[in-house]
């Protein structure tokens, strides 16, 4: 899962080849319509005309319905939805399908078609257009003559005849309609092998030599770009494709995932592809960035069990397996802040304790909460750590949060973060988290806690209440400061520093009801035995209240 945090950059060059030399007429010359177009004009503004309003990158997809939800519309749907564009549908036929495959096609009225075209087009300021099942040529030619009264940004044609599992969607006569129609206008396709031999008058792809002719080929059809996917080459260890963007070739190579839940894995990346366009991104990185998100999904979801068929579908958002664990704790609850557990390694080190020894013993002597702070360890070591203690955590449905680092609490799935006054803003770290996770953070003011409130925390740590060692110049503000900050927070608050089993009752009586609960480092960690220390600690907090 850790590789989805890679989304957020640019992916490692590909491989550039120069391919063999076909002849074709040169693109110049030849008459297309073109859908790139400069977005002026009261009705394909790319802003709205309040210059203030933010305006949203959007995606139209013209395709099926799956009922399964693995593909088509659905997987449109989800595939926008994780690469945070907006989506809307203008559905060209109805299919009664699942795991087992399709059982049948209702094809839309082309009129109908041209009416959900029409309501789209002339109002949401769509800014790319992406094709799926396109089940008849009248409803090509609807396609077509909508995209000429509404030109858009790009086009993404995904020329849905036969799917992955070999069932065939369209018709011979829809080849034609294709090529005469709609690859003029694309701004790029993206066929698999099937359908580039279909498209190609049953040419026969077999290698990825033969992959790099059927790119060749189409391109002389009109597309800017060509995309041929490779997913079904026989005998490739590697899920290879081909780009072609009429100069240049580019080999995409990526592990090929052992799964059966390969549904809608090509509506999928077409739609990511058009997510990326409608975002701004070049064709290239586009299509890099849409490949890595298929690759990751399908690694995330080559174990889930949806539906009794050959292909199942994939999990396009990374949530149904976690979701799905029963010991994962239910949403936050302030009184999980009760006894708050802190790691520090260095304290682990020194007493010859194991992360999950201490993280296990903790929770056993009364913990209620527990977060893994790791200054020192690279990112890979922290990541193998927190992947362990997250089992430990939700066993006994404690939740665990990672201190400061983001991208380590997104890749192991953590229940949350706390974060400082100089660390990522919490708005910002909400963001990146969803509504779901927990999110603490550091305040010694009125003002920070406030601002935590203003900006979605769910919780805030106030202090150091009293002098520590395991936070060097850290400004102290008593329990008169504690309690300042308290009335002053709509957040329930721990409270945190130098507070151990000699002074924790005191903390606990300062008398304001949104005190919850004390944050420990040295007072457990710092023992010989950090279960007899934690039943101690948890027994004069107990006490205290």
């Known amino acids: 899962m850790f590789s989805c945090l890679l989304w957020l950059f640019d992916m490692a060059c590909s491989v550039v080849l120069s391919g063999p030399f076909f002849f074709c007429k040169s693109s110049s010359s030849r008459h297309r319509t073109r859908t790139f177009v400069a977005m002026q004009g009261d009705g394909a503004s790319a802003t709205t005309k309040n210059n203030s309003d933010l305006k949203i990158p959007h995606v ?3 395709a099926g319905s799956d009922s399964g939800a693995g593909a088509g519309i659905q997987a449109d749907l989800k595939a926008c939805a994780a690469r945070g564009v907006y989506c809307s549908t203008v559905i060209t036929a109805v299919t009664a399908q699942n795991t087992v495959g399709v059982q049948g096609v209702n094809i839309m009225p082309e009129d109908f078609v041209a009416a959900q075209l029409n309501s789209v087009l002339s109002d949401m300021q769509v800014d790319v257009v992406k094709t799926g099942m396109l089940p008849s040529t009248d409803i090509i030619k609807v396609l077509h003559q909508s995209l000429r009264e509404f030109p858009v940004r790009a086009l993404v044609i995904d020329p849905v005849m036969v799917s992955t599992s070999g069932d065939v969607l369209a018709g011979p006569s829809i080849v034609s309609g294709f090529r005469d129609n709609l690859l003029p206008m694309a701004d790029i396709i993206t066929p698999n092998i099937k359908e580039a031999s279909a498209l190609l008058d049953g040419m026969q792809l077999a290698t990825v030599s033969d992959m790099y002719s059927a790119a060749k080929l189409l391109h002389c059809f009109g597309p800017r770009n060509v995309l041929v996917k490779g997913g079904d080459l026989p005998d490739s260890s590697d899920a290879v494709d081909i780009f072609f963007d009429g100069e240049n070739f580019h080999e995409l190579r990526s592990a090929r ?3 059966r839940n390969t549904h809608g894995t090509g509506c999928s990346l077409a739609s990511c592809i058009a997510a990326e366009l409608a975002k701004g991104s070049p064709m290239l990185s586009a299509i890099k960035v849409a490949k890595r998100f298929i690759e990751t999904a399908l690694d995330y979801s080559k174990d889930i069990v949806i539906g009794n068929g050959p292909q199942g579908p994939f999990d396009h958002l990374l949530r149904l397996k976690s979701t799905s664990r029963s010991c994962r704790p239910e949403a936050f609850n302030p009184s999980d802040l009760f006894l708050y557990a802190v790691t520090d390694p260095r304290m682990n080190k020194k007493w010859g304790h194991s992360i999950t020894d201490v993280v296990k013993a903790a929770i056993e002597g009364g913990a209620t909460i527990v977060q893994l702070r790791e200054k020192d360890a690279d990112t890979g070591s922290f990541l193998e750590a927190a992947q362990a203690c997250i089992e430990i955590c939700h066993h006994h449905r404690v939740p665990l949060l990672i201190n400061d680092r983001i991208d380590v609490a997104l890749a192991c799935d953590a229940d949350g973060v706390h974060i400082g006054q100089s660390d990522m803003p919490v708005r910002v770290a909400r963001a990146l988290l969803g509504p779901e996770k927990i999110i603490g953070v550091s305040c010694k003011t009125p003002e920070h806690a406030h601002q935590a409130w203003v900006d979605g925390a769910d919780y805030i740590g106030c202090g150091g209440v009293y002098p520590t060692n395991t936070k060097e110049n850290n400004l102290t503000v008593g329990l008169d400061g504690l309690k300042t900050v ?3 927070s709509k957040l329930p ?14 903390v606990m009586k300062i008398g304001v009801p949104n005190l919850k609960g004390v944050a420990v ?11 007899t220390e934690t039943k101690k600690l948890c027994a004069v907090l107990t006490e205290a209240i």
């Open 60 to 62: 139209l997809t013209v």
């Open 257 to 259: 995932v052992k799964t």
């Open 486 to 488: 308290c009335l002053a």
């Open 493 to 506: 608050v721990v409270a945190i520093g130098g507070i151990g089993i000699s002074n924790a009752s005191d």
């Open 521 to 531: 480092v040295s007072a457990l960690f710092d023992r010989e035995c950090v279960l």
